[in-house]
């Protein structure tokens, strides 16, 4: 079964940092673009960050450059997302997701219909 599975989520103050893995199985994930996307309570799910299949290529929303960080490991599989800085409004589920064909510029333009998705990591900054 192909999946993506998040981790490192948790609490945190406000300032802290705090670094989110995900970890593909089932298949190489070393061809597809993958990102970050998050939902806030009562808000839509949006754009964090997104990688090229090789890491060459990053994109990040606005409110998160310069104190997030995503980077990947192909030979692990694995995606990571570097939060520094934190705010109170970072607090929400963080999700990896993964596609075949979508590129990384794709997912940072406004497509989310990707193939693969993980069941999310909650993220909660306090102030």
């Known amino acids: 079964q192909v999946r993506v599975e998040e981790s490192g989520g948790g609490s945190v103050q406000a300032g802290g940092s705090l670094r989110l893995s995900c970890a593909g199985s089932?298949?190489?994930?070393?061809?597809?673009?993958m990102g970050w996307f998050r939902q806030a309570r009562g808000k839509s799910r949006e754009f964090v960050a997104s990688v090229s299949y090789n890491g060459n290529r990053t994109y990040y929303q606005d409110s998160v450059k310069g104190r997030f960080t995503i980077s990947r490991d192909n030979g692990k599989n694995t995606m990571y997302l570097q939060m520094s800085s934190l705010k109170p409004e970072d607090t929400a589920i963080y999700y990896c997701a993964a596609d075949k064909f979508l590129s990384a510029q794709a997912m940072y333009e406004g497509n989310d219909e990707l193939d693969y998705w993980g069941q999310g990591t909650q993220v909660t900054v306090s102030s």
């Open positions: 089932g298949r190489t994930f070393s061809n597809m673009a």
